[in-house]
């Protein structure tokens, strides 16, 4: 790492998560074919954490004693809060800087889905 810089962003976004002009190549510190050691700190970048909220309403109607329907209603990620994978960490493509180093570009959630349902108990 850069001495001085702090690779933490204060306002993290998907297209920059953290700031990875703060690493530097470890191509001088080479141990073997791609590998280094640094003294970037371990657990200094933090993910976004997973939040998902799943809701279920049912009501049973009797047809006789032993049959009744079910009627279901299901949502999930009822509040459509996306909860995306982690950065890109591949810093370096080679010695020259990554592009997409520190970019999100997916998510691990689907986005919010409702669902009816009908059953029959016997």
């Not at 998907?14 to 002009?21: E, F, H, L």
């Not at 993910?47 to 047809?63: E, Q, Y």
């Amino acid at each position: 790492m850069l001495p001085g810089c702090n690779p933490v962003v204060s306002n993290p976004t998907v297209s920059q998560w953290y700031n990875p002009a703060c690493f530097v190549s470890p191509a001088s510190l080479a141990v073997g074919p791609g590998y280094g050691f640094g003294d970037a700190p371990i657990g200094g970048l933090r993910s976004m954490r997973w939040i998902n909220v799943d809701f279920a309403l049912a009501k049973n109607f009797a047809i006789t004693e032993q049959k009744q329907i079910q009627f279901r209603a299901e949502a999930f990620n009822i509040m459509n809060h996306p909860s995306f994978q982690l950065p890109n960490t591949q810093i370096f493509a080679g010695v020259a800087l990554n592009g997409s180093a520190g970019k999100i570009t997916a998510t691990n959630s689907q986005p919010r889905q409702v669902q009816l349902a009908l059953k029959v108990l016997f």
